[in-house]
Nanobody, 119 residues
Framework: QVQLVESGGGLVQPGGSLRLSCAAS????????MEWYRQPPGKERELVAR???????THADSVKGRFTISRDNAKTTVYLQMNSLKPEDTAVYYC?????????????WGKGTLVTVSS
């Protein structure tokens, strides 16, 4: 069973920065993909950024140039550096980790961390 511990959320003023972290532990299998999602109030959950096992990344158009996904050398902690935050970035942010559990892999979700962008 994989455990995910998220941290770094909070209240920040527009234009400010936050860094989210998600530490994964307990996996017997290699991690394929680590992702950040967010769910704004009253809206559906959406993909924010993805980092693959080879280190390649993808960012949603809405956050390109402002957010950056990265991971540690052990490839068990994923980060989301969020700069130039806007009120519309307010959401609960979730990390997702996909591990190479046979036969098709398995997804694990964090519990979420709230980011509020407000003056």
């Amino acid at each position: 069973q994989v455990q995910l511990v998220e941290s770094g959320g909070g209240l920040v003023q527009p234009g400010g920065s936050l860094r989210l972290s998600c530490a994964a532990s307990g996996s017997r299998f290699n991690i394929n993909v680590m992702e950040w999602y967010r769910q704004p109030p009253g809206k559906e959950r959406e993909l924010v950024a993805r980092i693959r096992s080879d280190g390649s990344t993808t960012h949603a158009d809405s956050v390109k140039g402002r957010f950056t996904i990265s991971r540690d050398n052990a490839k068990t902690t994923v980060y989301l550096q969020m700069n130039s935050l806007k009120p519309e970035d307010t959401a609960v942010y979730y990390c997702l980790v996909n591990v190479a559990a046979p036969p098709y892999g398995m997804n694990y979700w964090g519990k979420g961390t709230l980011v509020t962008v407000s003056s």
